[in-house]
């Protein structure tokens, strides 16, 4: 049980609509801030704010000390060393930085270390069909730069994964698998030990989308077996435009860059450049040192409430919210209720509310002071699958309440008679 957590995020004491307390569900596209966080940012702007790295002042030492300790608490947060976490603006971009590395190395911009970066005509790149638009774009533009094939493995009609027969999906021409740790859409979480079992088997490289996990779920990359994983700072309860990825050194070191500039340097001449090590030369640029410290806040404020104890919260929540919508008349819950012991799906439901489009179910929760997500949540392959152009979503947190859950579920089973739908 969490207790009082609530009282540490300052802006669930707000007001919405008509003056309605907030309820707020709708943490997997972003999450609120605990009081930790806001004070770690602003406490670095206020005495410690300066340029990282080869400063010679002493602020310049302290900032660099912030931001080097804050990768360490984040790379502690999901099992990894420091030198494995490389800082991007999110999840997003994480996962471009891997697609777009393997696409420097096919065209021959790393030299001989990148080769099992290099992919050509006759590889194949493998993905599902339950991604998020930021772990599928990217693999198809390095299968249209490359000459590589796209493949991937299908959901069924409730919307998971088919793990059955994963040698049809992920055949000895797969060189990269990137997969979903769990859906934003379904809430499903994935049994990766399958999928990776099966990419080793054919030397395929793994690359786990952990954005909507590693916020909601005790998360080990050692014990995942994956290669490379991407996370976002904002969805765990950090500050926005940070995340990461986290990756094998070894493989870290051999991905070329693809973002250029200064700081991601050894040597530079007029005619080329030499690379430092990881992480660092995946960080040109001016660094996002005050949102790393956030973010390592939010990192040890969840390991404080025990991310067991998150998941169970969660879960707890999630039985309320799946079971009582399912229950609805008219109401297509996506996805099953799930098993309340057991982690296999996050704190969400998303519904499609039988003869009312989700902008105004959204509409009518609004009134209500819901905060939900409607749309395709950038999942257009999976709701076109599921034969949905969109859906209607309520996600939790650390601070959501079994009185949040409720809220929903009496708020969705008036959409219908709201809009007259009798049928
Ligand atoms: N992957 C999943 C499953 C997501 O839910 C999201 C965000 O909604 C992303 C990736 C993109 O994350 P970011 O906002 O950190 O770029």
């Known amino acids: 049980m969490l207790e009082n957590v609530r009282d540490d995020f300052p802006l669930l004491a707000r007001t919405v609509r008509n003056g309605r307390p907030l309820v707020y569900l709708d943490s997997a596209a972003t999450a609120q801030k605990p009081q930790a966080v806001l004070d770690a940012e602003f406490g670095f702007y206020r005495e410690h704010y300066a340029a990282v790295a080869r400063g010679a002042h002493l602020l310049a030492e302290e900032a660099t000390a912030a931001y080097e300790d804050a990768r360490a608490d984040v790379a502690e947060f999901v099992g990894a060393a420091p030198e494995e976490i490389v800082w991007t603006s999110g999840a997003t971009a994480a996962l471009n930085l891997v697609a777009n590395g393997m696409a420097a190395a096919s065209a021959g911009l790393g030299g001989d270390a990148s080769s099992p970066f290099a992919l050509g005509p006759g590889d194949e790149i493998v993905v599902t069909q339950a991604e998020h638009h930021a772990n599928l774009i990217p693999w198809q533009q390095l299968a249209t730069r490359t000459g590589a094939t796209l493949r991937w ?13 994963l040698p049809t999906y992920i055949t000895e021409a797969a060189r990269v698998v990137a997969f979903t740790h769990a859906s934003n859409v379904t809430g499903l979480v994935t049994d990766v030990e399958p999928i990776v079992r099966r990419a080793r088997e054919v030397g395929a490289l793994t690359v786990l989308d952990g954005c909507q996990s590693v916020p909601h779920l005790p998360v080990d990359v050692a014990q995942l077996g994956v290669d490379f994983m991407a996370f976002s700072g904002h969805k765990m309860l950090g500050p926005s435009a940070i995340g990461a990825l986290w990756g094998r050194k070894e493989l870290l070191d051999a991905l070329p860059p693809s973002v250029y500039g200064g700081g991601a340097i050894a040597t530079v001449t007029m005619e080329e450049t030499t690379w430092l090590e990881a992480p660092m030369r995946f960080e040109p640029g001016s660094p996002p040192v005050a949102q790393a410290v956030g973010m390592a806040a939010a990192a040890r404020y969840l390991t404080g409430l025990g991310m067991d ?9 999630a039985h309320v919210l799946r079971s009582g919508v399912a229950e609805l008349p008219g109401v297509r819950l996506i996805g099953p209720v799930g098993d309340p012991a057991q982690d296999d799906v996050l704190g969400l439901a998303s519904v499609a509310v039988e003869g009312v489009h989700p902008h105004d179910v959204g509409q009518v929760l609004d009134d209500r002071g819901i905060a939900a997500r409607v749309g395709h949540h950038c999942a257009q392959p999976l709701h076109r699958r599921l034969g949905l152009a969109g859906s209607t979503r309520a996600s939790t947190h650390v601070y959501s309440t079994e009185d949040d859950a409720l809220a929903f579920v009496e708020a969705l089973a008036s959409v219908r008679s709201f809009f007259g739908v009798t049928a």
């Not at 493995?153 to 027969?165: R, T």
């Open 153 to 165: 493995i299908p959901v069924d009609p409730d919307g998971a994964l088919v793990l059955h027969d």
């Open 309 to 317: 104890a998150v998941a169970a919260h969660e879960r707890r929540i």
